[in-house]
């Protein structure tokens, strides 16, 4: 039987993204205030959403998963630190459950799949073919919610 493919996007979903600017000095976040995304280096200290790191280990026994993620545009480290993220938090070895299965895009509903779990509908996951299941929503607040549904 072939596993049903599950995309996962990053922050606010599995990263808690406000935990990284928080760490920023206050100077750098006043300088990058409503672009936060663009501080340098601020995907590296990201910390996880509350249950995240449990529930994906456990979702990736049920399904084909990947992380489907956008990256600043205006902020190159953002690309190479969400990958040190998957690495430290998810694993880099062969056999673990992130091991090559990160797309940086900001076109996700080019990828075929039958769900995307994501905190927004922007960059392709309002298009997205399967479905949308909003983490963060009435319906799926939280990682606990999200795998009652799924598993």
Same mark, same amino acid.
């Given at each position: 039987m072939t596993q049903q493919i599950l995309y996962i996007d990053m922050d606010g979903v599995l990263v808690d993204f406000m935990s990284g600017v928080e760490k920023m000095p206050a100077d750098v976040r006043t300088r990058y205030a409503g672009r936060e995304d663009e501080i340098p280096g601020v995907f590296a200290v990201m910390d996880p959403m509350p249950g995240a790191v449990a529930a994906h280990r456990q979702l990736s #026994?049920?399904?084909?998963?990947?992380?489907?993620?956008?990256?600043?545009?205006?902020? @190159?480290?953002?690309?190479?630190? *969400? =990958?040190?993220?998957?690495? %430290?938090? =998810? $694993? #880099?070895?062969? $056999?673990? @459950?992130a091991h090559k299965r990160l797309i940086l895009t900001h076109? *996700?509903? =080019?990828?075929? $799949?039958?769900?995307?779990?994501?905190? %927004?509908? *922007?960059? $392709?996951?309002d298009r997205f073919g399967g479905e949308l299941i909003r983490f963060g929503s009435n319906d799926y607040p939280d990682w606990d919610a999200v795998l009652a549904y799924l598993l």
């Open positions: #026994e049920h399904y084909d998963t990947y992380l489907l993620s956008t990256a600043s545009w205006h902020n @190159p480290s953002a690309w190479s630190d *969400k =990958l040190a993220w998957v690495h %430290r938090h =998810l $694993g #880099e070895a062969p $056999g673990t @459950p076109n *996700k509903h =080019l990828h075929l $799949g039958d769900y995307l779990i994501d905190d %927004r509908d *922007k960059n $392709g996951a």
